[in-house]
């Protein structure tokens, strides 16, 4: 008897606490292209059922005892059917770990999650960075099981933020898709920042669609990166990363060349030049690396010829170290090429101050393998021997970059160096 009192007494409890909706999908982020963003700012999103007082409550201990306090903004998403919430922690110190929570004292606090701010500019002190792309929730990935997995196992290694290829959901309608890919990777973007660019799978396909190549209207609603969202740069210690997002450039190329993102007289063309320039004059920079959805040098159907025109030169002209891509769901890697001219290689793993920019097709964390890449192209150095699933762990330290290529199974399938 005296336990059923007790379980009608908790269950009476129950009914007088507010049925509060927990929040979710917490991504951190950089919104602006200061040089100085990486170590003195973070953006921090999430959604969240109703509306709350959010806010992010930060400190450098992990009790948050002296704590810092940063009321976010919020907006009704339509296409999520949910509030948006987002704040910019600013002035934090660079080289620094933050403990932080979002939420508010009255609907309840997530759990607390950790960062850590980036070295000052210039600084030749060692990071890693994740690299994954097409984690779309297509045929054996349709809750984004396999993506999951992979976030898993990029969390075993101490990554201070991730860029992302692009085609992050299969469909950039669906909200679930959104929902979904946040929900698997909040532990990885809640520690280390998520700075992603549009694939074709993320933006409007429809070419009579006036919005044609632009990202859903969800996806700056639920995201918060510099300039626009979708083409953006920041500077990491002593790298310089490029966003570029392509657009649907297959699409643009089948329907006749027209209506290219990065056209040679478009606003996208003299920024990306702009900004390549003014990092190459920045002595404090010692690598540039770009990175986008459609790849410059591929195998097979996937090769855009327009895109490679189109960016190539530009890549060529400002001496860009790396060049990093998705879109085609295999790994791929070649010799560095500049001016069309391939340089060779004489150690297969290693390029030595090498007189051309290295380009890598990062394959698939999570959409269904393709077939196997072609291996009969001169520039080509590595190609999945079969379907597989990859992701990479890409460690900058000082004038060596070391890039490390594993398989869902956590094994190791290649590995490269550039060494200045
Ligand atoms: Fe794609």
Not at 14 to 28: E, G
Not at 98 to 126: H, M, N, V
Not at 128 to 142: A, L, M, S
Not at 165 to 179: C, E, F, K, L, Q
């Amino acid at each position: 008897m005296k336990r059923i009192i007790f379980l009608l007494g908790i269950c009476a409890l129950l009914q007088c606490i507010p049925a509060f909706s927990q929040v979710r999908n917490i991504h951190l982020s950089w919104d602006s292209s200061k040089e100085d963003a990486t170590g003195k700012t973070m953006a921090i999103t999430w959604a969240k059922d109703d509306v709350s007082k959010g806010a992010v409550q930060y400190a450098t201990d992990s009790s948050l005892s002296n704590s810092h306090r940063t009321q976010a903004t919020r907006a009704y998403s339509d296409a999520m059917q949910a509030y948006i919430y987002k704040a910019t922690l600013k002035h934090l110190q660079p080289n620094t770990t933050y403990f932080y929570r979002c939420g508010s004292e009255e609907d309840g606090w997530s759990k607390i999650y950790s960062f850590q701010t980036a070295p000052p500019l210039g600084s030749q002190e060692k990071f890693v960075v994740g690299v994954w792309g097409d984690t779309q929730d297509n045929e054996f990935n349709t809750q984004f099981e396999k993506t999951e997995a992979i976030v898993h196992q990029m969390l075993e290694y101490p990554i201070q933020f991730t860029i992302h290829m692009g085609d992050i959901v299969n469909n950039g309608s669906m909200a679930t898709s959104w929902r979904n890919f946040f929900r698997v990777a909040q532990p990885l973007n809640a520690i280390a920042s998520f700075m992603p660019v549009t694939g074709n799978h993320d933006v409007v396909n429809d070419t009579a669609d006036s919005g044609f190549q632009k990202p859903f209207p969800v996806f700056h609603e639920l995201f918060n990166l510099p300039e626009k969202d979708t083409d953006y740069s920041f500077t990491y210690g002593n790298t310089h990363f490029v966003a570029l997002s392509s657009g649907h450039a297959k699409g643009v190329e089948e329907a006749g060349a027209t209506n290219w993102r990065y056209g040679k007289s478009s606003p996208e063309y003299k920024w990306l030049e702009a900004d390549l320039a003014k990092a190459r004059q920045n002595k404090a920079i010692t690598w540039v690396i770009v990175y986008m959805h459609h790849p410059l040098y591929s195998f097979g159907w996937s090769h855009v010829q327009g895109w490679q025109e189109r960016i190539a030169p530009l890549l060529d002209r400002y001496k860009v170290d790396l060049a990093l891509a998705g879109h085609r769901h295999v790994y791929e890697r070649h010799k560095a090429i500049r001016d069309n001219r391939i340089i060779a290689l004489q150690d297969d793993h290693v390029y030595r101050s090498p007189a051309g920019t290295v380009y890598v097709t990062n394959g698939t964390a999570g959409g269904s393998p393709q077939g196997l890449g072609g291996s009969d192209m001169p520039s080509m150095v590595y190609t999945s021997p079969k379907k597989m699933y990859n992701y990479a762990v890409m460690i900058v330290d000082g004038n060596t970059i070391t890039y490390d290529v594993y398989n869902l199974g956590g094994e190791r399938i290649d590995y490269f160096k550039i060494v200045k």
